[in-house]
């Protein structure tokens, strides 16, 4: 039978809601009975009841009543009571009665965060003592230990964790919306670049780019040529670097947990626009080992995807589900900035990703719980291998398999093991929920959120391992959505890296020269690659014996120097490839490797996308078209 889900929308400020199944979560054994389900908060005429209300029982008033005669010693005796004998207390002879509303004052001592953590909201108050409602008893204790300074006792009033949630995004939903956006520093975040600032800036280098092509073409040709084989040679020994670090023993495997010792994780699966790939999801997450009652998946939808929301509707969510909807913030809707307003809703102790066409193995939670608990303390993140299921699709599908199982299954695992900067995948990533919060999450205005994320993990002098677990993605196999998707990563490597480099000593410090090459090596390798690949193709005349534009200005060694340089990089990695596709399993995709080169073709175009976005559409979102291949089931 199809599930019901109730809509939860805040009462006040930008709309927000929580969707929940409504499925009662078991008592904890020992714990008193949690109350009923509580009535609507609008009553015939629109008029909002009390919170307390909405959380007790008849019955439970008209215990209130009863307990007015209780002491203030009475209390430890009224608390060993079953919970419906437990709902008010008397102080000083006082009766403690509902409020018409959250304790404001308590709230406000606090981030949002806290009390959506405990999923707990103070709601009266007598002197020292407070009614507080709580979804779960257990945090009972670290609460006590938060607000000691505000109360000498709390008492518990159980209520539906939706409940609490709904009136707690009453109160602070503009402010999480808000930090949504801004969780990181503005010295640290692409919000602060201004496109409109750079472009004239932009504009100025291409005239000069166009003045020199018709003025002196040699010239340019020649400043091209050393700009192209600097970033050759910058990304050449950084791919020479991670594959000579991959021969390097890894870490002792880790031990096997006890099941009751496995960490809480939290799952995030930002959807979007996700109608035809949505029925798989489910199937393919429900084959998931790692015990329900430490795990929860978090499907997070914007407000205003009616695509998304009519599926997961569809859908027969089981109890660990649950859906989180983020409302809207001006122009800017991105997938980090889902991810950030969604983390308040985390009650995992580990933050992970995935994206809404994954389809990772069963066991891989296992594996990540068993990594984190014998991995040292500055290790705070785990990045799993990213393959394709539908590789055998197409030719580009194929060379794309190609390229990330050299990168996944060779290069970082190489750049890993060698503690330099690694730049994330945007799924599959794993990492400590403490640290995520000191690093502000994610950028929101950056489209490569993940690499962003990777490059301020080593800043802090933390680090990012690389795990034994594979998640299968669809590749796109098809031109003008390849080419949109690279354009996005492109373009948040330029934006990332720009960032980054605003302070060059800084960055310098904080990696330390051998991290700070690598970081170099990575971005402007990789970008200039994509960019300035028609100037190194270029070098193949030199090769073929032909003359070269540059040859007016650039000695005959230079040149030579350079074709020779060009075939070193080709052939390294052309290893690579062969090596990831040998290491994936599929070592017949290695008879593609020699083709890769026209298959980075496209990336030129990818590239001049992103550079003209940087300074158009910087925080444009070019969402990737997913489901034509429906599913690895």
């Not at 994206?355 to 785990?382: I, K, M, N, S």
Request: glycine content about 6%; charged content about 20%; some cysteine.
């Amino acid at each position: 039978m199809a599930s019901k889900v109730s809509n939860i929308r805040a009462t006040h400020g930008p709309r927000a809601r929580i969707l929940y199944r409504h499925r009662p979560e078991a008592p904890t054994p020992g714990t008193p009975t949690s109350f009923d389900t509580p009535p609507s908060p609008l009553g015939p005429r629109g008029k909002q009841h009390s919170i307390a209300a909405d959380a007790l029982h008849e019955d439970h008033l008209r215990n209130i009543q009863r307990l007015k005669k209780l002491r203030a010693d009475a209390v430890d005796r009224v608390l060993r009571k079953p919970a419906r004998d437990t709902v008010g207390h008397l102080h000083q002879g006082r009766p403690l009665v509902p409020t018409r509303g959250p304790l404001t004052d308590v709230l406000a001592k606090y981030p949002p965060q806290f009390w959506l953590r405990h999923t707990a909201l103070p709601f009266d108050r007598l002197g020292r003592t407070a009614l507080v409602l709580v979804a779960d008893p257990a945090v009972l204790p670290s609460l006590q230990e938060a607000l000691k300074d505000d109360f000498d006792t709390l008492l518990p009033v159980m209520a539906a964790a939706d409940v609490i949630e709904k009136h707690l995004l009453a109160q602070f939903d503009p402010e999480l919306t808000k930090d949504a956006s801004q969780s990181v520093p503005a010295v640290e975040s692409c919000r602060s670049f201004d496109p409109t600032a750079a472009r004239p800036l932009a504009f100025a280098c291409l005239g000069l780019l166009i003045t020199l092509c018709f003025v002196a073409p040699a010239f340019l040709a020649t400043l091209a040529s050393g700009f192209a084989l600097i970033g050759l040679l910058m990304f050449t020994a950084l791919r020479a670097t991670g594959l000579i670090g991959q021969f390097r023993p890894p870490r002792l495997k880790p031990v096997a947990l006890p099941s009751e010792v496995l960490p809480r994780i939290s799952m995030l699966v930002p959807l979007f626009r996700e109608a035809e790939i949505g029925r798989h999801l489910l199937r393919r997450l429900c084959r998931l080992s790692y015990p329900r009652d430490r795990l929860e998946v978090l499907l997070v939808v914007e407000e205003d995807d009616q695509i998304t929301q009519d599926a997961i509707r569809l859908a027969d969510l089981p109890d660990w589900f649950r859906v989180v909807e983020v409302p809207g913030y001006g122009a800017l809707k991105t997938k980090p900035r889902a991810m950030n307003y969604a983390l308040n809703f985390c009650r995992g102790d580990i933050i992970g990703v995935w994206d809404a066409e994954d389809a990772p193995e069963p066991h891989q939670l296992h594996r990540v719980a068993h990594h984190f608990a014998t991995a040292p303390p500055e290790v705070v993140c785990l990045q799993g291998v990213l393959d394709y299921y539908n590789c055998d699709h197409n030719w580009i599908s194929r060379c794309f398999t190609l390229e990330y199982a050299g990168w996944f299954r060779v290069l970082m695992q190489g750049l890993a093991r060698l503690r330099l900067v690694l730049p994330l995948g945007g799924t599959t990533m794993f990492i400590r929920r403490n640290a995520l919060e000191q690093l502000g999450a994610w950028d929101a205005h950056n489209v490569t959120e993940d690499a962003d994320l990777g490059v301020r993990i080593a800043r802090r002098g933390l680090r990012t391992e690389m795990v034994a677990v594979t998640t299968y993605e669809e590749a796109n196999s098809r031109v003008i959505p390849w080419i949109k998707q690279r354009s996005r990563w492109l373009k948040g490597f330029m934006m990332t890296y720009l960032v980054h480099m605003r302070h060059p000593r800084r960055l310098w410090r904080e990696l330390g020269p051998r991290r700070f090459l690598g970081f170099q090596a990575f971005f402007l390798g990789t970008i200039g690659q994509s960019l300035m690949g028609p100037v190194l193709w270029s070098f193949w005349l030199i090769v073929l014996g032909l003359g070269h534009p540059a040859s007016a200005y650039v000695p005959p060694a230079i040149l030579h120097f350079s074709a020779t340089a060009l075939i070193l990089f080709e052939a390294l990695s052309i290893s690579i490839w062969i090596a990831g596709a040998r290491a994936s399993g599929r070592g017949y995709l290695a008879w593609n490797a020699p083709l890769m080169p026209l298959y980075f073709l496209m990336s030129c175009a990818a590239a001049l996308k992103a550079l003209y976005e940087v300074f158009a559409a910087p925080f444009f979102w070019d969402k990737t078209q997913h489901g034509d291949h429906g599913g690895a089931e």
